[in-house]
């Protein structure tokens, strides 16, 4: 009889894109005593025979009360069953403390006046009730003696998830009293993180369970054996744990206690199946769902794509301060401004100017002094966009690129404020994906009452003008002198930068000319270019006449014109 039960009580996922409202599942327990044995063995013994169906076995079937023995039930999601326990404790309105309690009171009183509940020994716990998160671990892990006779204990994961609570649900007990645990930890242990690293989807959970005490003794919590467990979310995933039997041997449920009972348990998938014609209406429902969709979608993006005036270059940036290290002091901010050449425009209600938030550094490297560093990270994000408009039509390309001039500061908790250093950035040329890294230095103003002032109460040198940095856009002269200027080197800021440029080229009669001449110098045609260039005229010439008299005709001569030349 070993080799006749079905040792596979993994879970299985199914995907469905029907609601989960229309899941049936017919489960069936029956209790496997020495009598029900040999009358089966026997029974199938003896149709295996030939002519051998005359013969009676009533006499081998065992004998009880209905439902004692087996039952059969068909359930759909989230119906509520209530069990012997539930019907005797929801009688008491003291007990109700939730209104899916006193909901529960109303039900089991209608039952009572009724012809009472039609489910035995088979019950369910819904995804509301209390008692679904509640289960003990032994019942949710379906140990080696309850469904299965190969060994295999729960993991770490295991019994983790089997405490954890669905999201929807509240945090109550099982008095429905708020445990007085803090929601947020500020400083976890390692421990708390290994304990609280656990997946915790967003699923609804119904439990298919079953009283199978001895007859007269049901109602009591330690009787109760979970059978099925049963798992969605919205995307259509459903998960059940254990499968469905598919003509597959029944699964084996071994009772704790001193009688130890063998009961037998199938699970079946009884939905009903859909009908072709209801089936290519749902296709069809779809399809036209998903062309609606992507209609609205194209009508929120738009057929046009948006470009910029004739002859004026779109540049747009999505910029990223990733960090600064290096530096002297701890806590680091960056204030930086744009600065447009000539040429060069933005918004009205553009930004030039930016200013990070306070970072404290962190020191990297903990294994040798010599390669520590410290880094603040700043991941702050900022964006910019300009318009470069030349005043002659060419083809000369850009000689000035906006620039990005900023400074690291460092403030601390006794407001002692320092200049870190001074550095800039020119836009990138070429458009895509930038990482850049901008060394800097600062004003250095010799002397120890300088270094003292620095360290004691704050203050350093400081540049009047940031665009000293680089060659400023107001220096009219040829060469710009530092000499005697005194600077120290500090350290470095990273930049991500993601560029984009848009242009829509103006061409003009005399271009366009140039462009040809070079073409034919390029190609070595000399003395053929005065015969090349008038043809091209002759044929501008002929185009544009061709053009205009079309424009003159009736309209519907056109049509009529455009017509015949597509059907031949």
């Known amino acids: 009889m070993a080799d006749s ?26 209790r496997v005593t020495s009598t029900a044995a040999f009358s089966q063995h026997l029974q199938q013994h003896v149709l295996s025979q030939q002519d051998g169906g005359a013969i009676e076995l009533e006499t081998l079937t065992p004998q009880g009360q209905k439902g004692d023995n087996d039952e059969e039930l068909v359930v759909g999601w989230q119906e509520k069953l209530f069990s012997q326990y539930e019907m005797e404790l929801f009688q008491n309105e003291s007990a109700c403390q ?26 369910t716990y819904t995804d509301h009730d209390r008692f679904t998160s509640c289960l003990p671990i032994q019942q949710l892990q379906y140990p ?57 989807n967003a699923m609804q959970t119904m439990h298919i369970m079953a009283d199978l005490a001895p007859p007269g003794r049901l109602g009591q919590k330690e009787n109760e054996y979970l059978l099925l467990t049963i798992k969605t979310d919205g995307s259509g995933t459903v998960i ?8 597959k041997e029944p699964y084996r449920i071994v009772t704790v206690g001193e009688k130890r009972e063998v009961w037998r348990l199938n699970v079946e998938n009884v939905c009903t199946a859909m009908h072709p014609e209801e089936k290519e209406r749902e296709q069809n429902m779809y399809k036209d769902l998903y062309v609606r969709h992507k209609e609205y979608l194209n009508s929120l993006v ?46 009205p209600f553009q930004s030039h100017s930016g200013v990070t938030q306070t970072c404290r550094a962190k020191t990297l490297g903990k294994y040798s002094l010599c390669q520590q560093e410290h880094v603040a990270f700043f991941s702050y994000p900022f964006s910019f966009e300009a318009f470069y408009m030349s005043e002659k039509e060419s083809e000369e390309p850009i000689l000035q690129w906006p620039v990005i001039y900023f400074k690291v500061l460092s403030l601390d908790s006794w407001q002692r404020y320092r200049t870190e250093g001074y550095g800039y950035l020119l836009f990138p040329a070429m458009p895509g994906k930038h990482t850049i890294t901008c060394h800097t230095w600062r004003p250095l103003q010799t002397g120890t ?16 003008d940031p665009s000293y940095v680089r060659i400023p856009g107001t220096f009219k002269g040829e060469r710009l002198s530092r000499f005697g200027f005194c600077t120290e080197t500090t350290g470095s800021v990273t930049f991500n930068l993601h560029c984009l440029q848009q242009a829509r080229a103006f061409v003009d009669a005399t271009v366009m000319k140039k462009r040809r001449q070079k073409v034919l110098e390029q190609l070595g045609g000399f003395s053929q270019q005065g015969a090349v260039c008038t043809i091209l005229e002759a ?30």
């Open 449 to 464: 009452a300088s270094s003292l002032r620095r360290f004691f109460i704050g203050g350093s040198p400081e540049l009047e």
């Open 240 to 247: 059940v744990k254990p499968d469905f039997n598919k003509s």
């Open 144 to 200: 080696t003696d309850l469904l299965t006779t190969t060994k295999s204990g729960p993991t770490f994961l295991a019994e983790r998830m089997a405490s954890v609570r669905n999201r929807r649900q509240e945090r109550r007990t099982l008095d429905s009293s708020i445990p007085k645990s803090k929601i947020v930890t500020w400083e976890p242990t390692e421990e708390f993180v290994k304990n609280s690293h656990v997946v915790n």
């Open 5 to 30: 039960w079905n040792t596979d009580t993994g879970e299985a996922v199914y995907r469905s894109r029907d609601a989960v409202k229309n899941l049936k599942i017919r489960v069936r327990i029956e």
């Open 98 to 123: 939730t209104p899916l309690d006193r909901q529960y009171l109303t039900e089991i009183r209608a039952l009572n006046k009724a012809k009472g509940r039609h489910n035995h020994r088979i019950f």
């Open 302 to 347: 738009g057929q046009d794509f948006e470009m910029p005036p004739l002859g004026i270059l779109r540049y747009m940036m999505n910029g990223e301060i990733v960090s600064a290290k290096g530096f002297e002091y701890d806590h680091l901010y960056i204030h930086f401004f744009m600065e447009l050449p000539n040429n060069w425009s933005s918004l």
């Open 539 to 568: 044929f501008q010439r002929a185009r544009k006449k061709m053009q205009d008299a079309r424009e003159g005709l009736p309209r519907d001569l056109v049509n009529t014109t455009s017509h015949s030349h597509v059907e031949s």
